[in-house]
């Protein structure tokens, strides 16, 4: 596990010295006084950072493993990471600091350990008897380079093959070199002219432990006694061998080749093939071989007691079978049964009843590991159905666009999600129980349920019961089924605002205890859900237009005596014509022809059967205006208790009454000034210029000037990030206005080169600041300067002015020019008057100033503690009411906590305001500065939460250096400061999270969710948490050998592997060869480590083994070409004999 070196920083500290400039003495006396009312109890020792699980489908998998007496599976990556699964919430992750990929795994069957064979030609023990396994032991070949590896069932000497298709043996208690070599040269020795290729098979025979099958690429196939040391047969074939396999009675093993076809031989008969099977070849009529096919990469050999033996394997398929999917076949007797999967297989596995390689093998099933998923199939069930999957492997089934976290919910909701999700399952599974059943689950020592909600790029959301370090799906919604889908390309209106996935979700908002979820997507819509057990069949879905427009001047006036325009919208009025519409708008294009008033995509005009789980309430969608297309949605809130939605992007912001289905707001960025624009700009539209509004008050305090922004450099970054949040390719102007989705590009959305398309944004969009998808040529510094994005929004009851003497409900907006602006909300009363009467909206005049885009806001009490939204509790709304219920319902009250009235009316709030630059906390109704903490001068925070912990709460932060920061609340004293991951790609931007109880996620690869937590409380909690890999099993016994095998000498021959690869018989190998490194991990880490006399001696007689080996290695290299000229005359000798009696004609 990674050690992180954290810097913890002194208590002591306090944030007097970040109290902004502005502020007077006077109030930072009050700061002083303040700190003492609100008693703070979190400090540096609270916080630890460690990564606890990593959970979805290993990415980019390479290699694959089974042990059948502990039932675990291991599966490597070509990033050298390693996944242990055992039974259904029983998996770990682990990795090889070199990075390199693994090419083969190999388990110590029962025994606790696995070897991994690595593509920088290195070998690794790891110990698989603790919860975090660890390497015992490496090898590091220098000479040559790995191909093969096969360890015998209870052998300790491991066969390594390598490219020169050499044979050295490993002692894999010692991890040292046996001087047992088996030299390509002998094995081959006059049967072939050329050098046979690098070793692709090596496997003992099962009845005879010495005899060795070795298995050349090039198509020969040795048998070699390990006792005299030489070759007992050798079995030629014109084409190469991909893989070989035995039968269990070790009289006949098989081959897969290049050409798909598979050749059976008998050991004794080298000369040809006892049969050749083409699986997937054309029989012509004429007795000519069939057609060659693609090479059969893999094969399996299983015999049962009762029937015909199973043939296993994958490709082999003809060439003219353009655009199949990949096969695995499966012969059995006469049958043969073609499976087709969704990705290409990378290896699979035949899992037996015994472990005994010379026993009848009775398969059952088959894990099949593909490029992007892992698969069992149920060998004894007909039509060999596949077991249902119990592991998170689907988190990537469309690439994940967005994801939230949820610590600490209500607990009726996993329950509520869970038994919606249940009616989705897919039928036709196998009725078996999962056959990987290894380890024991850890101690659940967290109680709370944790919610983590992922968004996709095909408009699908998944909810995931993420409680104590496990996950599992519990509901997956459907956003697009609102949508008329186009079926073919040029079907599709030319109105899309992207080439791909026009639905993708970018943001979520949700609120768990009323369990109202509301999404923006990719395309400028917004769909409001409420959560309902009851089917339904909406007839019309509710739908709105909303036209949000940025109109600015392309100069600026060189006087200031412009009106700016502002509104005060009442009563749902609003300046521009919106109407709520129940169906798409036909109109699509203006008098000069330009595309207009036409949202991106189709909203059904048929009844919409909705299942129970999530239904939808409400559709907004943005629509073109005068040729321009809808801009790209960069903030969204919900809230329940007000039943109001709200979303902004760059041209300014709409907010809509989604119970009366009305817009109440729909103004430009700009507009929201009113007459307190810090920045001199003019519309250039020629609509009706409205008188300011009255009230308009600026908070001086609080202001900080354009010329404070950071340097451009990070200001590129940070707007390509705002703006580019879910585009991967988005850049300068595309040609019809368009822009790519999250996951468009010319390849599939999840292969490999998702890591290079999202290095590619961000170092295009440093090179060409990019703030908006689509931009006349025409456009100015100023309005590139000006196109001000809503990037925060927060609902709340708290003081809107400083006159206020109580809270009321509000709405906080955070712009990307670091402006906190507050529109006061007018609400009806509850029940039937709720529906009746509308929402009055209007700005309040408070502006606050701070250094960067506004990520974040929340409001303290005065007690230190967080004000939630208003929220309402969950009721089923399709069952109707009955008259008491709808009495209560009048009577009901949002759920808000308020401040106690017995405080100083004057300070009765704090407002938490964390942007990219700077976090900033302050006194409410009075608006004063209270306290201030520069986060970053030379990055800028990529995410910023404000998350309980420890019964207190502080605000959690991660940069783009890398750095996770967290501060108290409300001093906003330092209290963890690592350097964990820097930002590498716009995935980790996108996905990282922080939540409550000291949890946070980001997506590691396009398939997997990283958790770490930032609690001391965990860390230490974390080992009891983590399952148990291994676990005491005894091995199943040997099969008997029968009465009458033992007299006449039948049945498996022993070897005594040690006499043959010990020290004493086979002499030392040569230490140039191979390197041995002891690993950190497991009780000989912990022993090497030992402090005291032992650990000075072992350090003493590791330093006297580095001097011999230096010493030792001319002597090595003398002895390397004494052996070659050995070999050598031998050769010569063994030709003079064999030609010494031929004329020259019998050459």
Not at 189 to 204: A, F
Not at 930 to 956: H, W
Not at 1042 to 1062: C, I, Y
């Amino acid at each position: 596990m990674r050690k992180f070196n954290i810097r913890k920083v002194l208590d002591g500290l306090t944030a007097v010295s970040a109290v902004a400039s502005a502020s007077s003495a006077a109030q930072q006396q009050q700061a002083g006084n303040r700190e003492t009312e609100i008693q703070e109890t979190l400090q540096s020792e609270h916080f630890q950072l460690c990564k606890t699980v990593r959970h979805g489908f290993p990415y980019q998998p390479s290699a694959l493993a089974f042990d059948p007496v502990q039932k675990i599976l291991a599966i490597g990556t070509q990033s050298g990471a390693l996944r242990l699964f055992g039974r259904p919430g029983v998996e770990c992750y682990c990795q090889h600091d070199s990075g390199a990929a693994v090419i083969q795994l190999q388990f110590l069957i029962n025994e606790g350990a696995l070897v991994s064979a690595l593509a920088d030609d290195t070998l690794h023990l790891w110990n698989l008897r603790q919860k975090r396994p660890a390497i015992l032991h490496s090898l590091k070949f220098n000479r040559e380079r790995i191909t093969f590896c096969h360890l015998p069932f209870q052998s300790k000497w491991l066969y390594v093959g390598t490219e020169r298709g050499n044979i050295h043996i490993v002692n894999v208690e010692s991890f040292t070199l046996s001087g047992y070599v088996i030299m390509w040269n002998k094995a081959i020795e006059l049967s072939s002219k050329s050098h046979p290729g690098p070793i692709v098979h090596i496997s003992d025979n099962p009845m005879d432990e010495g005899k060795l099958l070795i298995g050349f690429e090039s198509g020969t196939v040795v048998l070699w006694d390990l006792k005299s040391k030489k070759a007992d047969y050798r079995y030629t074939h014109d084409e190469a061998i991909h893989s070989v396999a035995w039968h269990h009675e070790g009289k006949q093993f098989i081959c897969s080749h290049s050409d798909g076809t598979l050749t059976i031989w008998n050991v004794k008969s080298p000369t040809k093939p006892f049969q050749t099977i083409t699986p997937h070849g054309k029989q012509l009529k004429d007795g000519k071989k069939p057609e060659p096919c693609k090479p059969i990469l893999k094969v399996e050999y299983k015999t049962t007691r009762a029937g015909e033996p199973f043939i296993i394997l994958s490709g082999g398929l003809s060439y003219d079978t353009v655009g199949r999917r990949p096969c695995l076949t499966v012969m059995h007797g006469k049958s043969t049964a073609v499976l087709e999967m969704d990705y290409s297989i990378v290896d699979f596995l035949t899992l037996c009843e015994t472990p005994y390689p010379n026993d009848f093998q009775e398969p059952y099933a088959v894990v099949v590991l593909l490029e992007k998923d892992l698969v069992l199939i149920d060998l004894a069930q007909n039509g060999y159905p596949i077991f249902e999957n119990p592991y998170p492997l689907t988190i990537h089934e469309s690439p994940v666009t967005c994801c939230e976290y949820f610590a600490d919910c209500p607990v009726d909701l996993i329950p509520a999600l869970y038994s919606v999700g249940a009616r989705q399952k897919r039928q036709g599974y196998s009725k078996k129980e999962w056959p990987i059943s290894g380890g024991n689950w850890g101690l659940i020592t967290q109680s709370y349920p944790e919610i983590i909600i992922t968004g996709h790029a095909d408009g699908s959301i998944k909810f995931w019961d993420a409680s104590a370090i496990t996950l599992q799906v519990l509901y997956k919604l459907k956003t697009a089924k609102v949508f008329e889908k186009s079926r073919n390309k040029d079907d599709r209106p030319n109105t899309d605002i992207v080439d791909e996935d026009p639905y993708a979700i970018q943001i979520i908002s949700w609120c768990p205890e009323s369990r109202m979820l509301c999404i923006a997507g990719v395309s400028a819509h917004v769909i409001i859900y409420r959560f309902s057990k009851q089917e339904v069949t909406t007839e019309v879905i509710p739908m709105l237009e909303v036209r949000l427009l940025y109109e600015i001047n392309d100069i600026e006036t060189p006087d200031g005596e412009q009106v700016p325009p502002s509104s005060t919208p009442g009563a749902g009025s609003n300046p521009q014509s919106i109407v709520p519409q129940s169906h798409p708008s036909t109109s699509s294009s203006s008098s000069d022809g330009l595309r207009d008033n036409v949202p991106c995509l189709k909203v059904k005009n048929s009844p919409l059967k909705q299942s129970p789980g999530y239904q939808t309430e409400l559709v907004i969608q943005l629509v073109w205006v005068s040729g321009e297309p809808p801009q790209q949605i960069t903030s969204l809130a919900v809230n329940s208790a007000y039943g109001l939605v709200v979303f902004g992007n760059c041209n300014g912001i709409a907010m809509v009454d989604y119970l009366q289905k009305t817009v109440l707001l729909n103004l430009g960025t700009i507009e929201l000034y009113g007459s307190n624009d810090p920045y001199r700009r003019e519309p250039r539209s020629p609509r009706k210029t409205r008188q300011p509004s009255g009230g308009m008050l600026t908070v001086a305090s609080c202001m900080c000037g354009l010329s404070n922004l950071y340097s451009e450099s990070v200001k590129k970054l940070r707007t390509s990030y705002i703006t580019g949040l879910c585009d991967i390719n988005e850049g300068t102007v595309v040609p019809e206005d368009r822009c790519k989705s999250p996951t468009s590009g010319s390849g599939s959305p999840n292969n490999s080169d998702d890591e290079q398309k999202m290095n590619n944004f961000i170092e295009k969009d440093v090179k060409d600041n990019s703030f908006s998808r689509s931009r006349s040529s025409s456009v100015t510094s100023i309005d590139k300067e000006s196109r001000e994005a809503i990037s925060a929004l927060h609902f709340c009851e708290t003081f809107t002015r400083k006159a206020d003497t109580s809270p009321s409900p509000c709405l906080w907006v955070g712009t990307t020019l670091g402006t906190v602006l507050v529109i006061v909300l007018n609400l009806p009363p509850g029940g039937e008057q709720r529906l009746l009467q509308p929402v009055i909206v209007s700005p309040s005049g408070t502006i606050l100033r701070l250094k960067g885009a506004i990520l974040r806001m929340a409001f303290l009490d005065t007690t230190g503690s967080l004000v939630p939204p208003a929220h309402e509790p969950w009721r089923e709304y399709n069952v109707p009411e009955d008259k008491d219920e709808k009495e209560k319902a009048k009577k009901r009250r949002p759920v808000s906590v308020s401040p106690s009235s017995s405080q100083e009316i004057s300070e009765n709030q704090y407002a938490v305001i964390c942007s990219e630059k700077q976090a900033k906390v302050i006194s409410l109704p009075s608006q004063n500065c209270t306290y201030k903490q520069n986060i970053t001068e030379t990055s800028f925070v990529l995410r910023g939460d404000i998350v309980s912990l420890s019964n207190s709460i502080c605000l959690a932060c991660f940069c783009a250096n890398g750095h996770i920061m967290t501060f108290s609340l409300p001093s906003l004293r330092p209290l963890l400061d690592v350097y964990y991951l820097p930002l590498t790609n716009m995935r980790i931007a996108r996905t990282f999270c922080f939540t409550n109880n000291g949890q946070a996620l980001y997506l590691v690869s396009p398939t997997e969710i990283q958790r770490l937590t930032y609690s001391q409380e965990t860390c230490e909690n974390l080992q009891e948490m983590l399952g148990e890999l291994f676990t005491p099993v005894e091995t199943p016994e040997a099969p008997n050998r029968g009465f009458f095998k033992g007299l006449f000498g039948g049945g498996a021959q022993s070897l005594d592997r040690e006499e043959l690869f010990g020290e004493s018989a086979s002499g030392k190998a040569s230490r140039s060869l191979a390197q041995h490194i002891p690993g950190p991990g497991g009780i000989e880490g912990v022993k090497g480590a030992a402090s005291g006399v032992v650990g000075e001696l072992a350090r003493a007689r590791l330093a006297l083994d580095e001097r011999g080996q230096k010493l030792g290695e001319l002597e090595e290299k003398t002895a390397a070409m004494l052996y070659s000229a050995d070999s050598f005359s031998k050769h010569a000798h063994e030709m003079m004999l064999k030609y010494k009696d031929k004329k020259w004609y019998q050459f």
